[in-house]
Structure formats: structure tokens, C-alpha cells
């Protein structure tokens, strides 16, 4: 399954020569490295949907209901990838598994090779990728004749795909924010990492190397008018995929962590089903972007054939068993698996401080079953998200006393509750500050001076000509030691 797709059949006008050849070429390249053939879907449970708009993409619908599912329940889209077809991605992912068990109803577009000859969602061509155009609005109709055919909660549509149906994916992201609450790229790329068949080539491998503001205003270009929410994103990729190579988990973390107004540094790293995880949080401390490093993965999907209540898929090409079942992380994430939307952990119980310095406070708390880190608040404010239940807070200033809180946090990057504020005094005394002129400084005995200069006592700072003219903050870091804290007094 190769996520580059050959330009199309329909008409786009004059192509050159050369276009023609390379399109060729990599329609060969993507048959030899798919190694599946594209079926009509007629999976047990898929029904196709015909007349859900004007669909300018030339798409089809497929849909699967779970039985008796009620009104207000979430839509799920999921993109195959190249040479593949709906049929062949439902129960595959394990993403039927869970429309039945949380109830959601689940949208399966399918290329069609009148479109592209290896039935790959066509995330390069331009004419693709804009909201209102092409393949992007027709698979934007297929959930909204969804959620009105099933009176489905409009603030809860989700979008999914792998390799060119996660690239297609990242397209329906950025294009279509006020329609999708989250949308998670598995094996995927960058929205407009490409709009040539050679750059898409060259997007694919070696990888684009942008900044994450570069990557984030080509998604704020994609609905320039929109300043609403953005998509929450789960980002998946293998780290021996030698066809869409791992820096492009890299370059969609920077693109969506960009758009979020975040930056690349996890507030939570741990690991999941024994795989690299990151969670990054907004300025409000809610989890934006979630990525999953596989070790040893190639290029597809990770699955987790068996009955186990996490587990899901069928193990087969692109879809390896790998002991982790992407559908079930990725619903988790989006909050499928709960009707409500914070944490369902827990506030932890028995906070305590286990030690105080002048400069710092020690905390522990009993761990909590199912908690990926905590959050700890320091009169307000986050201060750390340590994985384990302890936590040591530093920079503090002495004699003063400061209120904790800790919250458990999920591997969706959410917060439960937190406990009831825990008091901590550091040791020692306040530091007190002095303004004054040198002349008084030395008078009150928090200077001396010789031959004329003057020097903090405690610390020998030089603090300039012994007058009335120069003036000075100092602070008393201990009983009798000054140090000059003209900027910034007391120090934090």
C-alpha cells in the first residue's frame, strides 16, 4: 500500500509528457508494494449510501449502524489507504468493534479507480485539498447525511485514515475544523506537504523539513476566517516505515501542536502497550496532540488481534499485530469510549509533603490504577506532570508558605479531579528587600564601605560610590547576607 497516488483519470486539463511517464512509474511502484486488490465493499453490517450531496470528489459512501443505536451518539470516518476499499478496513482496524461497543456510527468512504487507478484518496492534487473542492467536501457530505439520517451529535465527528487515507485525513483536519472535533493520522503526513507528484514523492521520502510555523499557517490557510477550535489529534507512525518515513510523526507534531498554540515539548512522555507516547496540552491544560512511536513497525496500522476488552483487528498486510490496537488508543483519546468528557480516574488519595528546604517542596500521594502522569498545581498554576506519584517542586522562596493540588491524568492526556490543597512552609525566613540610597544602606547596617565604594554585606557585591545618589534594592537571602536584587526582588 503506497499512500502516493497516481493522478487521476478525470479530466485536469493538459499534462505534460513527463507527468504522464512518472504517474506510470509510480502506479507500478504502488502495485508492487500494495499487494492488495480493491473489492467492492460487502462486509457484513456496510450498507452503501447513495445521494449524500453533490459529491464533486466522485466518492463512494459506505455505513455501519450498530442495531438500535440512539440519537446524540458520535460519527466516526475512516479513510483506507492505497489498493484497499471499506470492505477491507472495517472490522480489519477494529473500528466496528467499537461503533458496537460505545456506539457510534461509523463512515467508510471509498475511492474509486475511475478517480485514481490504486484507489488512493488524492491528498496531493490541489483541486482535492480545499475545503469545498473535490474529494474533501464529498467526504465532509457523507457526515453530515450521517448525523442527519441518525440525528448524530454534530460537536462529536471524527476522522481517521491510514497512509493516503491519513494524509487525506490531515487534509480534512485543516480544511473542515468546524466539522471535525478530532481527527488521528496514522502512517500519514503534513497537510500541504504537497501539490506536485515529485514533491509528494519527496514528502513521503526523505520528509519535508518546515518549521512549526510554516506547517501551521498552511493549515490556518486552508479556513482563513476561522478562529474556532481546532481538531485534537492523535498521530500514529512506525519507526522502520520506509515508505513514509517516520519524520513525518516529527513534522505533524510540529504542524498541529503549531495550530493548537503549543509547542513540541510533551507535558506527558510515558509509554503505552510498551510503545513511546507524548501528550501535549493547551494553554488550558487539555490534552491538543497525542503521538505514538511504534518500535520496529513498518509501514500500516498497528493492531491487537483477541477478546481482551483493548483488543481488536485482524492481523494482516499493513495491519501487524503489534500488541496495540490503534482504533482502541485513538477512541480513547477522542473520548468515545465515555459518554462524559473529563477523566473517569479518580483524585488521588493521601497528599502529603514528605520534605521542605528553603528552596523546595516535597510531595507524594498514592498512585493511581490507570494514571499515565499527574498534574500538580502550586497556588493555581501547573507546575509538573510527573509520571509517578511524587513530585519535588523547586525555585521556591524561603519562610513562605504555598498550596498543592494533584489531579491523576489518563492516556488521553485528561485530568480528573483534584485533591484538596496540601499547605507547605519552606524552611527558613522570608527574604525581605531594602530600597535605598547607598548612604542609608551602609547607616542601617546592610552595607559598609572602604575608601569610598560600597559593598553589600554578606556577599561583597559592589554597589558603587558611597553617596546619596545611588540607589540600590538588596535582599536578605539569610540573617545579615545581602545580595543587590534590583530587578527582580524577592528573587523566585
Known amino acids: 500500500m503506497h499512500p502516493f497516488p497516481p493522478e487521476r483519470h478525470r479530466a485536469r486539463g493538459a499534462r505534460t509528457r513527463t507527468a504522464r511517464t512518472l504517474t506510470l512509474v509510480l502506479s507500478l511502484v504502488a502495485l508492487v508494494l500494495g499487494g492488495l486488490t480493491a473489492v467492492p465493499a460487502q462486509a457484513a453490517g456496510l450498507r452503501e449510501v447513495t445521494g449524500f450531496g453533490s459529491n464533486p470528489g466522485n466518492l463512494r459512501m459506505f455505513r455501519y449502524v450498530p442495531d438500535g443505536l440512539p440519537t446524540g451518539r458520535p460519527v466516526v470516518v475512516a479513510l483506507h489507504g492505497c489498493t484497499q476499499s471499506a470492505s477491507g478496513f472495517d472490522d480489519e482496524t477494529g473500528w466496528t468493534k467499537w461503533a458496537d ?6 463512515v467508510l468512504p471509498e475511492q474509486k479507480s475511475a478517480n485514481n487507478m490504486n484507489t488512493c484518496f488524492n491528498w496531493f492534487e490541489p483541486s482535492d485539498m480545499a475545503r469545498g473542492s473535490g474529494e474533501a467536501p464529498s467526504v465532509k457530505q457523507m457526515a453530515d447525511r450521517t448525523a442527519a439520517d441518525l440525528g448524530s451529535d454534530t460537536a462529536r465527528v471524527y476522522v481517521t485514515g491510514l497512509s493516503a487515507g491519513g494524509a487525506m485525513t490531515s487534509v480534512m483536519a485543516a480544511a473542515y475544523p468546524d ?37 501551521g499557517d498552511k493549515v490556518r490557510a486552508a479556513h482563513p476566517s476561522y478562529d474556532g477550535p481546532r481538531p485534537v ?85 499493513y495491519f ?21 468528557g473529563g477523566s473517569e480516574l479518580p483524585a488521588p488519595a493521601g497528599p502529603a509533603v514528605t520534605a521542605t528546604t528553603e528552596t523546595t517542596v516535597s510531595l507524594s500521594w498514592e498512585a493511581v490504577d490507570g494514571a499515565a502522569a499527574y498534574r500538580v498545581h502550586r497556588d493555581g498554576d501547573q507546575k509538573g506532570s510527573p509520571s509517578g506519584p ?9 519562610g513562605t508558605t504555598y498550596a498543592y493540588t494533584v489531579a491523576a491524568v489518563d492516556d488521553r492526556g485528561r485530568a480528573g479531579p483534584a485533591t484538596a490543597a496540601v499547605r507547605a512552609t519552606t524552611a527558613g525566613s522570608a527574604h525581605r528587600c531594602f530600597t535605598d540610597n547607598n548612604y542609608q544602606q551602609v547607616a542601617a547596617g546592610r552595607a559598609h564601605q572602604a575608601l569610598g565604594t ?39
Open 101 to 106: 461497543a460505545w456506539g457510534f456510527a461509523l
Open 179 to 215: 466539522v471535525f472535533a478530532g481527527a488521528a493520522v496514522v502512517a500519514g503526513l503534513p497537510y500541504d506537504c504537497a501539490r506536485t507528484v515529485v514533491a509528494g514523492l519527496s514528502c513521503m521520502n526523505p520528509g519535508s523539513d518546515l518549521g512549526p510555523r510554516q506547517w
Open 233 to 317: 489529534m492523535s498521530l500514529w507512525h512506525g519507526t522502520n516505515d520506509s515508505t513514509v518515513k517516520p519524520v513525518n510523526l516529527t513534522e505533524l507534531v510540529e504542524q498541529w501542536t503549531n495550530v493548537h498554540g503549543t509547542d513540541t515539548v510533551a507535558d506527558i512522555s510515558d509509554t503505552v502497550d510498551g510503545y513511546p507516547h507524548q501528550v501535549y496540552e493547551n494553554a488550558s491544560g487539555d490534552a491538543a496532540v497525542e503521538s505514538y512511536s511504534i518500535t520496529g513497525m513498518q509501514h500500516g496500522q498497528p493492531a491487537d488481534p483477541g477478546g481482551a476488552a483493548t483488543q481488536c483487528g485482524i492481523a494482516g498486510q
Open 320 to 340: 501487524p499485530d503489534m500488541g496495540i490496537c490503534a482504533s482502541y488508543r485513538i477512541g480513547r483519546f477522542w473520548g468515545l469510549d465515555s459518554s462524559q
Open 390 to 398: 511524587s513530585f519535588t517542586d523547586t525555585g521556591l522562596s524561603p
Open 454 to 492: 560600597v559593598y553589600a554585606n554578606g556577599s561583597g557585591q559592589n554597589m558603587g560610590l558611597y553617596n546619596v545618589f545611588v540607589t540600590h534594592t538588596l535582599e536578605e537571602t539569610s540573617p545579615g547576607h545581602f545580595v543587590i536584587a534590583d530587578s527582580d526582588c524577592p528573587s523566585p
